[in-house]
């Protein structure tokens, strides 16, 4: 932890204080949280727990930011205005897609760095972790979709034109570039789960290991080992589940993006 880095913390929160556009207040909130989601994975590799912790609520203040100001978004106006709010919202969309692939994959390095380590406490509190921060991303995701769907709506009465003609100017926005973005998480997604679900199996694997070559261990030992195989199983199965359903999410959303484009 740098001497320097309280004083780093506070000129983000300056610089931050001195952008007054909204959406430009909000990409570079989520640009700062991306940084402290980083420290995260580096303070939890370098066993520094209170440091984790620390970076952990810094991630949580600057998503926060970065969710008040999407709340915030002015889309009334000309139908100048409303086409700038839709294209902003669909940039501010694909970045916080891509923040919530960053942090799957940092979620799924630590794993894979720290699963011989961890205890099952410690799993459990990492996991609760993860799904506080993928809740906060969710609810920044539905902030979006709102507005967006407020601003298409405005859009179409300032500017006068048809569902059709709407659609089509919001799918000109959503160009090339966000399809390949999508295939790119769903991708990644696909990876993520198969790391995810060795990480587990190979957890299981080691505790059946250690029951099978030592005969002679005693029988709360031997209960023990057996729990925490159960505990890991019950894991593997919640997580095959939650996996499932974010591939399939990526797929959809992939889907929907071609098809719009078609």
Do not use: W
Not at 57 to 75: G, M, P, Q, V
Not at 151 to 158: G, Q, R, S
Not at 166 to 171: K, N, R, S, T, W
Request: hydrophobic fraction near 35%; glycine fraction near 2%.
């Amino acid at each position: 932890d740098s001497p320097f880095y309280g004083r780093d913390n506070a000129l983000d929160r300056i610089r931050l204080a001195l952008i007054f556009d909204k959406a430009k207040r909000s990409e570079r909130a989520l640009l700062i949280a991306e940084e402290r989601l980083a420290e995260v994975r580096e303070m939890i590799r370098q066993k520094k727990d209170s440091h984790a912790d620390r970076a952990r609520e810094r991630h949580k203040e600057f998503l926060d930011k970065a969710n008040k100001d999407i709340s915030d978004l002015e889309t009334n106006g000309d139908d100048k205005r409303s086409e700038k709010a839709l294209t902003r919202l669909a940039v501010l969309q694909d970045k916080i897609e891509s923040h919530k692939e960053k942090v799957a994959e940092v979620h799924a390095r630590i794993l894979e760095e720290k699963a011989d380590e961890l205890s099952d406490e410690e799993f459990a509190h990492l996991e609760e972790v993860f799904a506080k921060i993928e809740e906060r991303i969710s609810n920044a995701e539905d902030k979006v979709l709102e507005k967006k769907g407020n601003a298409k709506t405005k859009y179409k009465v300032v500017s006068g034109k048809s569902d059709e003609e709407v659609e089509a100017f919001v799918e000109e926005i959503e160009s090339e570039a966000l399809i390949k973005a999508q295939e790119r998480r769903v991708e990644r997604a696909e990876k993520r789960s198969e790391r995810f679900i060795k990480i587990h199996e190979g957890r299981v694997a080691r505790a059946q290991e250690r029951l099978d070559n030592n005969e002679n261990l005693p029988e709360e030992q031997r209960t023990r080992i057996q729990k925490h195989m159960d505990r890991s199983n019950e894991k593997l199965d919640f997580f095959r589940e939650k996996s499932d359903q974010r591939i399939v999410r990526a797929r959809d959303k992939l889907e929907e993006a071609r098809l719009a484009k078609a």
